[in-house]
């Protein structure tokens, strides 16, 4: 006959006892599955887009609840509270497990999905871990004269007829025959929990962009095109720049960090050095552009601040507006959005 001490009951640690977990080798088990299925569904270090990139990810977490389930009732330890607590366990080391899997091989060993299709020219060109950045030289400059050259001076009005600060006033057409060399200073895109920053850049085709992330966290670059096409999803590490070029005019650009659903980012891709921003009255000056039939354009940029910034970057286009430039004159001009 047992004593009072040596009865279940009487332990001091019985009731401390929680429910039954996995023993390891069928949590090991479980967790090698979803592994199996987030790198081979869509084989990671084969080129894919968004979409497929999206089912590794969903299709390594359904399983979840019916593996756990399955592996407490083969030990014989399947309750509620086993299988809620392990399957909320075998979620959140599979999540860490893969995130740090992913983003450590597309730094350092392989393309990010998205950033080209097969036998397509790439939409950018990337840094990637201990492939550095090649910067590729422009074709060759074709600027026009100076002497065939004129200015566009004016400034944009809303429908009211009031001044538009801020607007972005471009070239969107006529400048067939000519090449303008790219800028070599870079242009900077900084990277934080508090979002991307600044909201709107104009980048040159062949200029440098570097995404840099300032509050020693990793984030997830993403860029989506006009036509709503990935362009280049990657990592962005602390410490070290992300070093792209994009070797065309990709037009508007939206970049945002999948990482963190804080403010996204507008670019503005073009191949020519004929676009500005209103002053404060409106008013806006393109100098050296050449003779002939142009077509400019404005539109409001999107302040960048939206979570999901709609593809475009801009909102509120105005119509092509045909303007004549006088080679060593002044034409003025009046844009309405």
């Known amino acids: ?58 299709w390594s977490y359904y399983p979840i609840p019916l593996l756990v389930l399955l592996a407490l009732r083969v030990e014989r330890k399947l309750s509620r509270a086993s299988w809620a607590l392990e399957t909320l366990k075998l979620t959140i080391v599979k999540f860490v497990v893969t995130f740090v899997f992913a983003n450590t091989m597309w730094a350092f060993f392989t393309e990010a999905p998205g950033v080209e299709e097969p036998d397509a020219p790439p939409a950018v060109r990337v840094s990637t871990g201990d492939r ?17 050259t004129g200015a566009l001076e004016g400034r944009v009005l809303d429908a009211a007829g009031r001044p538009v600060a801020g607007a972005l006033v471009r070239v969107t057409d006529g400048l067939a025959g000519h090449r303008w060399p790219a800028p070599e200073q870079p242009a900077v895109v900084e990277v934080s929990e508090a979002g991307l920053a600044p909201a709107f850049t104009v980048v040159r085709a062949y200029q440098p962009l570097l995404l840099r992330a300032t509050d020693g966290v990793m984030h997830t670059a993403q860029a989506t095109g006009e036509d709503g096409r990935m362009l280049f999803n990657y990592p962005v590490l602390p410490g070290t720049d992300r070093e792209l070029m994009f070797p065309n005019a990709a037009g508007d650009v939206v970049l945002s960090c999948r990482a963190h659903e804080t403010g996204g980012a507008a670019l503005l891709v073009i191949d020519h050095p004929f676009a500005t921003t209103t002053d404060a009255d409106g008013g806006f000056r393109l100098e050296g552009v050449p003779e002939g039939e142009v077509v400019l354009a404005a539109s409001v940029v999107l302040s960048g601040a939206e979570p999901e910034p ?28």
């Open 1 to 58: 006959m047992n004593s009072p001490a040596e009865t279940p009951a009487a332990r001091p640690d019985a009731a401390d006892e929680g429910p039954p977990t996995l023993s390891l080798a069928a949590f090991s088990i479980c967790l090698g599955l979803l592994l199996v299925v987030f790198v081979f569904l869509h084989p990671l270090w084969e080129p894919m887009d968004m979409a497929e990139m999206d089912e590794n990810i969903l």
């Open 132 to 148: 550095p950045y090649q910067p590729q030289p422009s074709p060759e400059p074709t600027p026009p004269d100076p002497a065939r």
């Open 310 to 337: 709609t593809a475009g970057g801009t909102a509120g286009p105005a119509s092509g507006h045909p303007v004549t430039v006088r080679a060593g004159a002044v034409t003025d001009v009046e844009l309405r959005l």
